[in-house]
C-alpha cells in the first residue's frame, strides 16, 4: 500500500481525470482502488490475464484486458513488462503523465519513445517507495506514511487480495510454486 501511495502521491491523479492503470498486480489493484475513490474519475483497469477480473471487479474497478483507452490524462503503469510501458504511452492524452511503478531491477527495457511521444509532449516519471515526494517530506515522515497505508488496508473489500493462505511450516513445499515466474498469487497469507 506505501508504494501506491507514494505513486499517487507522485502522479497526482485530479477530480474528474481519465486515468488509466496498466498491471494489475498488487501494486496496481491497489492504486487502480484507490483511484477510484476519486470524485468523477474515468477509471480504466487493465491487465493482459483475465484471471484478473474477478479481483478487480470485487474491488469496484471498471476491467479490461485491452489497452483501449485514449487521450488519458494519467496511465499509471505497473505490469512489469515493456509492452506495458508501451501500452501505456500509447494511451496517453496531448501533455499527459506516464508513472512508472514497475521495478526492473537489472533488465534492459525497451521505451518507444518516437511517434506521439514527442508530439503530444508526454511526461514519463519515476516513482520509487524508498522516497517520499520533495513536496511532501516537510510534512510527510515514513512512519505517517505508514500509518496511512495501515489504515487503509483496513478496507474490508481489499481481502479480495488474498489469494490464498498455506501455514508456516508448508513453505519448504510451496515456496518454488509461489516465486515462480507463471505464479498467479496476490497476496498470500502464511498462517503462524
Known amino acids: 500500500m506505501e508504494t501506491a501511495i507514494n505513486g499517487l502521491w507522485d502522479a497526482q491523479p485530479s477530480v474528474g481525470d481519465r486515468v488509466a492503470v496498466v498491471g494489475l498486480g498488487v501494486v496496481g489493484l491497489l492504486v487502480a482502488w484507490l483511484v477510484r475513490q476519486i470524485p468523477g474519475v474515468e477509471l480504466l483497469a487493465i491487465d493482459t490475464n483475465p484471471a484478473r477480473q474477478a479481483v478487480a471487479e470485487a474491488l469496484g474497478l471498471p476491467f479490461s484486458t485491452q489497452a483501449s483507452a485514449e487521450g488519458c490524462d494519467l496511465v499509471i503503469h505497473a505490469s512489469g513488462h515493456s509492452a ?6 500509447a494511451m496517453a492524452g496531448q501533455e499527459a503523465r506516464i508513472v512508472e511503478l514497475s521495478w526492473y531491477g537489472d533488465a534492459a527495457v525497451s ?3 518516437g511517434h506521439a511521444f514527442h508530439p503530444n509532449r508526454l511526461e514519463l516519471k519515476s516513482s520509487q517507495v524508498g522516497q517520499i515526494p520533495p513536496a511532501r517530506q516537510p510534512r510527510w515522515s515514513y512512519q505517517r506514511r505508514l500509518e496511512l497505508a495501515l489504515s487503509l488496508l483496513r478496507a474490508p473489500e481489499l ?7 498455506s501455514r508456516f511450516d508448508e513453505l ?3 515456496a518454488s510454486r509461489l516465486f515462480s515466474p507463471e505464479a498467479d498469487a496476490l497476496c498470500h497469507r502464511i498462517i503462524y
Open 84 to 89: 506495458g510501458l508501451e501500452s501505456a504511452l
Open 111 to 113: 521505451v518507444p519513445l
Open 159 to 165: 481481502d479480495a487480495l488474498i489469494s490464498g493462505e
Open 172 to 174: 519448504p513445499e510451496i
